[in-house]
């Protein structure tokens, strides 16, 4: 089993920056994809990003250029550099972990692995 504990949520303006983060612990292993999902009240879980275990890193277009996912696999930890925060991106912020195929990664059911969620807030 692996445990994802994410961090770093908040209370932000419009245009401020934050930065989560997800540390695995357990039976973690290089070979597992990181993705970061968001959930807004109302709405359905929706894909924001992900680090295969390659090293790719594919992201939803309302994030293109402003939010960046990276992983430091020493300290098995996963990071969403968030920039430019709109309003829109209020929401509690996942991490998952999954070995999903590269057609999968967007799908929430294909992931094994989640965390509590950390709540990010951006005021206009």
């Known amino acids: 089993q692996v445990q994802l504990v994410e961090s770093g949520g908040g209370l932000v303006q419009a245009g401020d920056s934050l930065r989560l983060s997800c540390k695995a612990s357990g039976r973690t292993d290089n070979s597992i994809n990181m993705g970061w999902f968001r959930q807004a009240p109302g709405k359905e879980r929706e894909f924001v990003a992900v680090?295969?275990?390659?090293?790719?890193?594919y992201y939803t277009d309302s994030v293109k250029g402003r939010f960046t996912i990276s992983r430091d696999d020493a300290e098995n930890t996963v990071y969403l550099q968030m920039n430019s925060l709109k309003p829109e991106d209020t929401a509690v912020y996942y991490c998952?972990?999954?070995?999903?195929?590269?057609?999968?990664?967007?799908?929430?059911?294909?992931?094994?692995?989640w965390g509590q969620g950390t709540q990010v807030t951006v005021s206009s």
């Open positions: 998952a972990g999954g070995r999903q195929s590269i057609g999968y990664y967007k799908r929430a059911t294909t992931y094994d692995y």
């Open positions: 680090i295969r275990w390659t090293g790719n890193t």
